[in-house]
């Protein structure tokens, strides 16, 4: 499967604890988001990487989040000190820039507990 | 108001019905479209990819844009049970980092 993969597909944490998460996008895709998706609402953005620049990131990504793209191919995404409300579906995307760009591409998401 | 706007349903239909799900946007600014179809507890799955006014085919599905009246369905023919899930518009800027602004998605049960 050449798809976007992520890692781990559940993680439970307590409260306080602090978790990173994963995310291959496809090999030749160059951009990379984040999405968060809580229940019932469509995803939001986080942030983005053109190559191994982070070029925008959201107001909904406080500082105790902070994501990393460091050799343009993976990504983790870490939060710190996580709180009940950091507990969501963590989605990462991958698309291609230019000519070829036909959308953008979602893996199965990280599914975040903090209990 | 939202940016972009989607009846969350539930809309139920029996197996073999057209299916019609719609979005409205306010920001004249987007310029491209996708459909994505999210079954529970799976990631996004992308359905169509449209950047112009007009109809865009492909199997079953017809995506369909006027920008005119900043308002996008998505057609689904012959609906199966397996068509059962949330589907989500999404709507971004053409230039610059292409953020996609996502409905809240509406849920489809199709019966068989």
């Known amino acids: 499967d050449t798809g976007v993969s992520q890692d781990p597909r559940h993680k439970i944490t307590k409260r306080g604890q602090n978790v990173t998460f994963r995310c291959d996008p496809i090999s030749e895709h160059n951009r990379l988001y984040w999405y968060r998706q809580t229940l019932g609402q469509g995803p939001e953005f986080l942030t983005y990487f053109q190559n191994e620049a982070q070029l925008e990131k959201s107001r909904l990504l406080s500082d105790r989040f902070s994501a990393e793209r460091p050799k343009g191919s993976f990504s983790t995404l870490e939060i710190q000190r996580t709180e009940q409300g950091d507990s969501a579906m963590y989605l990462c995307?991958?698309?291609?820039?230019?000519?070829?760009?036909?959308?953008?591409?979602f893996g199965q998401g990280t599914r975040l507990t903090v209990v | 108001q939202k940016e972009v706007e989607q009846d969350p349903g539930p809309l139920s239909v029996p197996e073999g019905a057209i299916v019609s799900l719609n979005c409205t946007y306010s920001n004249s600014a987007f310029q491209y479209f996708m459909w994505y179809r999210q079954y529970s507890r799976k990631g996004p799955e992308l359905l169509m990819y449209t950047y112009s006014s007009g109809n865009k085919e492909d199997g079953r599905f017809t995506a369909q844009v006027d920008k005119s009246s900043k308002y996008i369905s998505l057609f689904i023919r012959d609906s199966q049970p397996s068509d059962s899930a949330t589907y989500l518009c999404?709507?971004?800027?053409?230039?610059?980092?292409?953020?996609?602004?996502f409905g809240t998605g509406t849920r489809l049960l199709v019966s068989p």
């Open positions: 995307a991958s698309s291609l820039a230019g000519t070829g760009n036909s959308g953008a591409f």
């Open positions: 999404a709507i971004g800027v053409l230039t610059g980092f292409q953020k996609l602004v």
